[in-house]
């Protein structure tokens, strides 16, 4: 959220299609994740967190930044100029970037992967993808969008769709997250798929 001086709390819906625009999504994209790997690094070394714990912060970065400027590299070296292991960090990307398939961002993304820096697709299920790109990428999540997770507990249809994004994930090597759960029944039932 955006926290205006004269118009409070702004959503991300109303803001980032206007940076991304103007190209101010750049700047923000790389306030983003540098603030996101200082707290990474506190909570890291702080004693609040059991030790055997892993700890991860997912942060989107916009297809921008994939095609301007050197985010890649830049965000490598911050996360070692502060030590904090690559591991602890995950770059979050939507469908629409690998329809375009270019060359650049599959380069980009395993210089992300050779980091250590895993990468998640973001709102899975959503968008227009072709299935041949999560073999074709390097990506390490699939994300449910929350959409299907809203209502499978009452919905065959989403719980149907749900389980089929498990098991196709899985088979392909790669781990699930769900968006938005909310209750414990959802909870168990993704649990009970192996979300």
Not at 142 to 149: A, N, W
């Amino acid at each position: 959220r955006w926290r205006h001086p004269k118009l409070g709390m702004v959503g991300p819906a109303q803001f980032i299609p206007i940076a991304e625009e103007t190209g101010l999504i750049n700047e923000i994209g790389d306030w983003v994740f540098r603030e996101s790997a200082r707290l990474a690094k506190i909570w890291l070394d702080s004693t609040i967190r059991p030790i055997d714990a892993p700890m991860q912060i997912s942060v989107n970065k916009s297809p921008r930044q994939f095609f301007t400027g050197n985010t890649h590299e830049t965000w490598i070296e911050h996360l070692a100029s502060i030590g904090l292991p690559s591991e602890c960090m995950v770059i979050e990307i939507t469908e629409g970037l690998l329809l375009e398939d270019r060359a650049e961002v599959a380069e980009r993304l395993r210089e992300f992967r050779n980091a250590g820096i895993q990468i998640s697709l973001d709102d899975f299920g959503t968008g227009y993808s072709a299935m041949a790109y999560l073999k074709k990428f390097p990506i390490d999540f699939l994300k449910i969008d929350q959409s299907f997770v809203r209502d499978m507990a009452s919905d065959p249809g989403d719980r149907a769709i749900v389980e089929a994004i498990i098991v196709m994930a899985h088979k392909l090597g790669l781990k699930v997250i769900a968006e938005g759960v909310e209750t414990a029944e959802q909870r168990d039932l993704l649990l009970a798929a192996g979300c």
